[in-house]
């Protein structure tokens, strides 16, 4: 009910009727009552809807300010997603454009091979339209060489997402050109991808660059590895490059075993190492100094080589580094050093060869007083034969000088036949007899200089086929040369010990075994050489003219170094079949 209405009502004027008994009037107030109660729960229930309905209205006041606000949200998103649309489709646009008209050729693969999409910068590099190239296998580009290359590229590219690989490509008008593929997966949805896209560049100039610089590499490491000249480069003797020439020279297996080092130059003889040391130091700093010597190194045996070096600085990874090249020129100076000793030798024999003369010459006139001599001993004998029993020490000495005068006469006789080549008269010898006679003449001197000298003859020695007189002095030559190398000593036992036996071979040996110095090792293996000699004032020529007299009787001579100090010379014979023996 509106407000005025019900205002309207509970104003009206009531109608009394004046005639109505009492019970009537109590009656109808009654009923008036529960018609006002009924009126005011009606207002009240009115007044209830009322509110209700101003509620809604406020809701729904709200409902419609919130869909305003919603619709004003909903028009900016949609102008947002109408820019976004179009940033999308212009970039979409710009991507297209990137991709056709890109400077790389860009290929989209299946796990085939097939080509599913290309750029246009991918067909030209193919030589052939898009139309004709789609639907295909890249493999029948490829010369077949490469399809197997192709094929493992793309098993991996599936496998690890990513690969690279660089293979021929036929063009279409049968050239041929270099291109690196670099691949990867294109991803897909529920984690599989049937795709890849594939960017193919053309790397036919470095291609051709590299491979030239791969060549003219492997022509110089051929020329520098098949050199007969040794290069090594270093930085402060740290070996950065080695070529095997300069690890034959040096006497290593191979290069690796000098790199592996961290400091070569221990291959520089001691008395060298100075010298290359100062060379290196003012070299680095710009001073002049040699760039072409000689100098000693050592070998890994430790053997001693002459290398000539040329050395000069390099670059070297960006830093300065030293390479040298070296020859072995050890052949040349032991040529050199050999052919001046022949020189001095020819000298030496030219001035022997006078000598010679002079021998003979002088032979001849000595011959005669030796005979003389031993004429005058004999007569001497023969008329003071009668007092040999009351003075037997005169007949003696008589004896001992017509005995040595013989023997010396024997002796020039001998150099006679030297001088003039001419053969010696050989006969069976009774060796022991020599090394005797030998022993007796040089014991003089032995007792003199202190020395104790055994001597061991084996019994029953066969007789050799010989000239006693060069034995003779063969032995008195070792013997000499025993006493002078004990001289030499100056301290320590002072011991000489001849022996002869029957060796192992069935030759006659004699080893002549002193206390003295030993031999030098570096003349060791040259001691028998002739003009080879350890003395001052030694011709060299005693051991050479042995060594020949005892080869020309078929016998050998050689020297052993002692265990303690000394050395043993050994002489042997050779013996005779089925002879006699003394």
Known sequence: MHPTSKSSFLHRPRRIDAFSPAVSRVHDDHHLNEAL???????????????????????????????????????????????????????????????????????????????QQ???????????????????????????????TLAQHLRMVFRRNRATVEVGIRRGDGSTFYGALESMLVPETAGFSRYCRTALLDVTERWTAENALRESEERFRN?????????????????????????????????????????????????????????LTRRLVGESV??????????????????????????????????????????????????RKREAELAHVARLSTMGEMATTLAHELNQPLTAIVSYTEGALRRFGHIRASNPELIEVLDQIGQLT????????????????????????????????????????????????????????????????????????LIRNAIEAIEEAQSGPRNLTLRTFTNRRAELELTVRDSGVGLDPAVAPRVLEAFVTTKHDGLGLGLSISRTILESHGGRLWATPNERRGTTFHLTLPTPPNTDVC
């Open 118 to 148: 290309l750029n246009l910068q991918g067909a030209q590099m193919l030589g052939y339209s898009r139309a004709h190239v789609l639907g295909k296998p890249l493999w029948l580009y490829l010369p077949r060489t490469y399809r197997d």
């Open 290 to 339: 040699p760039v072409h010597y000689e100098y000693d190194a050592l070998r890994k045996d430790g053997a001693l080589v002459t290398l000539d070096k040329v050395v000069r600085l390099i670059q070297w990874k960006g830093e300065v580094a030293v390479q040298d090249t070296v020859i072995d020129i050890t052949a040349r100076r032991r040529a050199e050093e050999q052919a």
């Open 223 to 279: 020329l520098i590895e098949g050199s007969i000249q040794g290069i090594y480069i270093h930085q402060d003797w740290r070996p950065l490059f080695v070529n095997q020439a300069y690890a034959d020279i040096l006497g290593y297996n191979s290069p690796e075993e000098i790199l592996a080092m961290k400091c070569f130059e221990h291959h520089i003889a001691p008395h060298e190492r100075p010298r290359l040391r100062d060379y």
């Open 406 to 477: 013989k023997r010396a006469a024997q002796i020039v006789k001998g150099m006679r036949n030297f001088v003039r080549k001419k053969d010696a008269q050989f006969e069976p010898v009774d060796f022991n007899q020599a090394v005797s006679e030998a022993a007796r003449l040089i014991s003089a001197e032995v007792r003199k200089k202190e020395i104790r000298m055994e001597i061991y003859l084996a019994p029953d020695l066969p007789l050799v086929n010989g000239s006693l007189v060069q034995l003779e002095q063969v032995v008195l030559n």
């Open 37 to 115: 109660e009924r009126l005011r729960q009606r207002i009240l229930e009115l007044e209830r809807m009322e509110m209700e309905s101003r509620a809604k209205e406020e809701r729904l006041l709200g409902v419609v300010q919130e869909l305003d606000v919603h619709r004003e949200e909903l028009y900016t998103q949609n102008e947002n997603l109408l820019h976004a649309q179009a940033e999308l489709e212009e970039s979409q646009r710009s991507y297209i454009d990137l991709f056709e008209y890109a400077p790389v050729g860009y290929l989209f693969l299946d796990r085939e091979g097939v080509i």
